[in-house]
């Protein structure tokens, strides 16, 4: 039993008894975390409001023998009023977070997931919310290893032209092995300045079809790694 401090991004919250609610959050030393937040839910609570999702908070917490913490304080660090202000911004953030919590593992300390997902929020504020989540769930992709052939048919080893994508072929794909999602010519050069660390060239790019095209390129990977659906990110929970 002990107390502990760390940062962390609220990923989700549901409700415990009549007061209570749980946190998860992907925190910076800790991994992902699991803790109750006591009387949150009553009028009078202190910290209610700074544990919803999409915030970014410094919290303390008690490490008992359940398999639940207990959240003791917290303070806001960011509460990314441009994401919660913009719908549009809050569905991307809703999925991205959603991605997170599929992928991080309970108690599996990933820095560098957390400090990813902390930078993706403060793009998504200011820039193209399709290409930050396609530049988001790329990154988080090559965490797992997978770094897609764009280069040539990831089928045959053609040079092209690459006409469709399949995350389960490897990559890319030539017209006599395509399957999967069509993939335009400007989107595919776009994913080539993501994964090659252009990320802020892609994002100069202003929203439109394409855009919304790598969007689905990347989502539609990112659920055949999770083996599961992600909300769309143009729906919210109720």
Known sequence: MSLYRDNGVVLRT??????DRIIVLLTRNHGKVRAVAK???KTKSKFGARLEPVSHVAGQFYSGRGELDIVTQVESIE???GIREDLERLQR???MLEAVDQMAQDGDASNRMYTMLVGALR???RENPSITVAGFFWKLL???GFEPQLDACASCDSEGPLVSFDISQGGALCTNCRRGQ????EALRLLRLILGGQLRTALAEGPGAVATE????ATQAMESTLERHLRSPGVLEA
Not at 14 to 19: F, V
Not at 182 to 185: A, K, V, Y
């Open 14 to 19: 549901y409700k415990l008894g009549e007061a």
């Open 39 to 41: 009387g949150v839910r």
């Open 79 to 81: 509460h990314f009023r």
């Open 93 to 95: 953030a809703s999925t």
């Open 123 to 125: 793009t998504l504020e």
């Open 142 to 144: 090559s965490m797992e």
């Open 182 to 185: 069509t993939i335009s010519p």
């Open 214 to 217: 790598l969007e689905g390129i």
